[in-house]
Nanobody
């Protein structure tokens, strides 16, 4: 049974930092591109970035301006999203997703497995 479980969400003040983690099981984690998305109230789910199976390639949403970083530990089957200088506009439910293959995607439809999400709330 495939499982992706996010953790690390919570409330933080503007300008603060958070690290989200996502633990995967039930699929070939080390051969899968992993990605993070988010969905704010009333908005569509938005691609934030992906990391290749090896960790050697990453890509991010341009508007993040380098504030977010994705990393992975294949031995622990875990992917992380480090978020810095958080803004109120970052308030959303954050999801990790797995493509199930080695290819790189930005589109939601290309990700086969999804976590349930973790809430991040940024306030002043």
């Amino acid at each position: 049974q495939v499982q992706l479980e996010e953790s690390g969400g919570g409330s933080v003040q503007t300008g603060g930092s958070l690290r989200l983690s996502c633990a995967g099981s039930g699929f070939n984690f080390s051969s899968s591109t992993m990605a993070w998305f988010r969905q704010a109230p009333g908005k569509e789910r938005e691609f934030l970035g992906y990391i290749s199976w090896s960790g050697g390639t990453t890509r991010y949403l341009d508007s993040l301006n380098g504030r977010f970083t994705i990393s992975r530990d294949n031995a622990k089957k875990t992917v992380h999203l480090d978020m810095n200088n958080l803004e109120s506009e970052d308030t959303a439910v954050y999801y990790c997703a797995a493509s199930g293959n080695i290819y790189y995607y930005t589109g939601i439809q290309n990700y086969k497995y999804w976590g349930r999400g973790t809430q991040v709330t940024v306030s002043s």
